[in-house]
C-alpha cells in the first residue's frame, strides 16, 4: 500500500493541477453509475465526487472492465472518445496503471469497511484478492519505473 502510495504522490506533482489535468471528477464512474435515456447518457450516484486528476477519472471507469476479454478494445474506444472531447497527451495516459492502483485500495479499504454488511459475506476473499491485486500491481509498477 505504501509503495502505491508513494508513486500516486509522485504522480500527483508530476501532473500538477492546472486546469488541463485537474477539476471536478465523478470519481466513481463506470456502468452501475450511468444511466442512457433516449439516446443521452446520465451520470448518478455523484457521493465519490469532487476535485481530482482527470486521468483518476478514467482510471475509475477503467478499473471496473479490467478481466473483461474485450478489455483493450473498450478501453482504446474509451481513450478515443474522451480525447473526442477533451485532452489527453500520451504521457499523461501513463498515470492510467498508477491512478488504477489508488482506485484499487480504495476499493479494498471501503470493501473492508463493510464487511459487517450481510451483502458481503465472503468479504475475507474478497480483501485477500484486492491486497493481492495491489501488489501485484505494485510490483509491476516499479519494476517498469
Do not use: K
Not at 19 to 24: A, I, Q
Not at 104 to 127: C, G, K, M, N, V
Amino acid at each position: 500500500m505504501e509503495s502505491v502510495m508513494d508513486m500516486v504522490e509522485q504522480a500527483r506533482r508530476e501532473l500538477g493541477t492546472g486546469p488541463d489535468v485537474y477539476g471536478l471528477i465523478h470519481a466513481d464512474l463506470h456502468q452501475e453509475n450511468y444511466l442512457f435515456h433516449r439516446g443521452h447518457v446520465r451520470a448518478i450516484d455523484f457521493d465519490d465526487c469532487g476535485l481530482g486528476h482527470f486521468v483518476y477519472d478514467l482510471a475509475a471507469t477503467l478499473s471496473e472492465l479490467r478481466g473483461r476479454p474485450d478489455y483493450a478494445v473498450l478501453r482504446a474506444g474509451l481513450l478515443r472518445g474522451y480525447r473526442a472531447v477533451r485532452p489527453l497527451r500520451a504521457e499523461h495516459e501513463r498515470y492510467l496503471e498508477v491512478f488504477y492502483g489508488l482506485r484499487l485500495l480504495q476499493l479494498t479499504l471501503w470493501f473492508l469497511e463493510q464487511r459487517e454488511h450481510p451483502a458481503f459475506s465472503d468479504w475475507e476473499a474478497e480483501a485477500r484478492d484486492g491486497l493481492t491485486d495491489l501488489r501485484m500491481l505494485a510490483n509491476r509498477l516499479a519494476s517498469s519505473a
